[in-house]
């Protein structure tokens, strides 16, 4: 099965803090996502990887930054983190001609 | 990009077939349907894809008439562990990534609610 493995499932920040969220797959895909999901707003875009070093904003970048310096690893990074930053953070992969997502099972963030 | 629109909720009953309609008026010639599925405190997964006419698996159906234009998702029987989002993606799975052009769009779902 393929794994994509985020590292903590809950985290709790203060206010103005860099918050590291990271993501590992174990499947060799290409492209990497990370998305942000709020009651009554659903799933939302903040960046995406199709390959190491390449980036791309989605709809809600603002706040946010990413690193993709290995193919298997897709960071979020949180230059200063906010109350409006709390939310669930939901990491995702798909390959090429791929027909489907794999999500990890998500991180929890609270800022407080 | 497709956009879609599910409704925002619907409650069942055990045993019962429920269909979830999906509306997408403005899909391409080559964009495939979409389903996930969520539970709380967890990622959406996978449940059936298709392009047009019936597509059936271990988990549901999927109807899509010949307009294209929208597709039910069938949940046969369904169970209290059925209670979850139910999400419809619609997009070409076939492109990479060079821009937002391959991106696909979550909406808000639809929560199902089973009962006993």
């Known amino acids: 099965d393929v794994k994509v493995t985020q590292s903590s499932r809950y985290l709790v920040k203060r206010t103005g803090e860099k918050v590291f969220l990271e993501c590992v797959q174990d499947?060799?895909?290409?492209?990497m996502f990370w998305y942000r999901q709020d009651p009554g707003l659903g799933l939302r875009l903040i960046y995406f990887?199709?390959?190491?070093?390449?980036?791309e904003k989605g709809d809600i970048p603002e706040g946010y930054s990413v690193s993709r310096e290995k193919k298997e690893r897709f960071s979020l990074i949180l230059e200063s983190a906010s109350t409006n930053q709390t939310s669930m953070y939901l990491c995702?992969?798909?390959?090429?001609?791929?027909?489907?997502?794999?999500f990890g099972s998500g991180t929890r963030l609270t800022v407080v | 990009l497709a956009k879609t629109t599910q409704p925002i909720s619907m409650d069942s009953y055990e045993g019962q077939e429920v269909n979830i309609t999906c509306s997408h008026n403005?899909?391409?010639?080559?964009?495939?349907i979409t389903w996930y599925q969520q539970f709380p405190s967890q990622g959406p997964r996978f449940i059936i894809q298709?392009?047009?006419t019936k597509v059936t698996n271990e988990v549901a159906s999927l109807f899509i008439p010949a307009d294209r234009k929208s597709s039910t998702l069938s949940l046969p029987r369904v169970s209290l562990s059925d209670t979850a989002v139910y999400y419809c993606?619609?997009?070409?799975?076939?492109?990479?990534?060079?821009?937002?052009?391959?991106?696909?769009?979550f909406g808000k779902g639809t929560k199902l609610s089973v009962k006993p």
């Open positions: 993606l619609v997009g070409d799975w076939r492109m990479n990534y060079g821009g937002s052009q391959g991106n696909l769009i």
């Open positions: 995702a992969i798909r390959g090429t001609g791929d027909y489907g997502y794999t």
């Open positions: 499947m060799d895909h290409e492209n």
């Open positions: 990887s199709y390959d190491v070093k390449m980036k």
């Open positions: 403005n899909i391409a010639t080559n964009d495939y």
């Open positions: 298709g392009y047009k």
